[in-house]
């Protein structure tokens, strides 16, 4: 009995950040490309069949690209660095980066690199082993020692041209 009070616990303790559906409402989330700083990436993000989301693209290094990104933001989540996001993602077998901002006005990010597989994975990103980081450069600053967060990102930059695809079913707080 005290597991299963425990686990109902942990369940009730967890807060979606975003979900996927067939009914979702994407229009919040925002691809971001090098573009921004004379770069020729491009990118889309969109519903499948299935309901979840899909951010693909091409990522080129012409005039000085390499990146591409989709980013959501969100009312303020109150969070501590022992937090862990709970991602459930299906990659291309590329790297991306997954990255929160405290406030979304902060110039730099706090990331986690993942790789993925090819198959659907369930991936635990601890807050306080993210890093900060700012137009590809670590800060001398701490890891992630916030109580808050109002944007999450997804990027792809592994300095070479390459096509991409992740799907995303679900963000969680843990």
Request: glycine share 8%.
């Amino acid at each position: 009995m005290k597991l299963f009070t425990l686990l109902i616990l942990v369940i009730i303790m967890n807060t979606v950040i975003f979900n996927f559906s067939k009914e979702s409402d994407i229009s919040s989330w925002r691809v971001v490309n090098d573009t921004v700083m004379g770069g020729e990436s491009n990118a889309k993000f969109r519903l499948n069949d299935a309901g979840n989301g899909v951010f693909e693209g091409h990522v080129s290094l012409e005039n000085n690209g390499g990146f591409s990104s989709v980013q959501y933001a969100f009312k303020t989540l109150d969070v501590s660095p022992d937090d862990t996001i709970l991602l459930r993602v299906k990659g291309d077998g590329k790297t991306y980066q997954f990255r929160v901002k405290d406030k979304r006005s902060t110039d730099h990010s706090y990331i986690s690199e993942f790789e993925t597989t090819g198959a659907w994975q369930t991936l635990h990103i601890s807050l306080k082993n993210m890093y900060p980081q700012y137009r590809g450069q670590r800060l001398r600053r701490p890891n992630f020692d916030k109580d808050q967060i109002e944007q999450i990102t997804f990027l792809i930059g592994n300095g070479k041209v390459q096509d991409f695809k992740l799907e995303i079913d679900s963000i969680e707080l843990l």
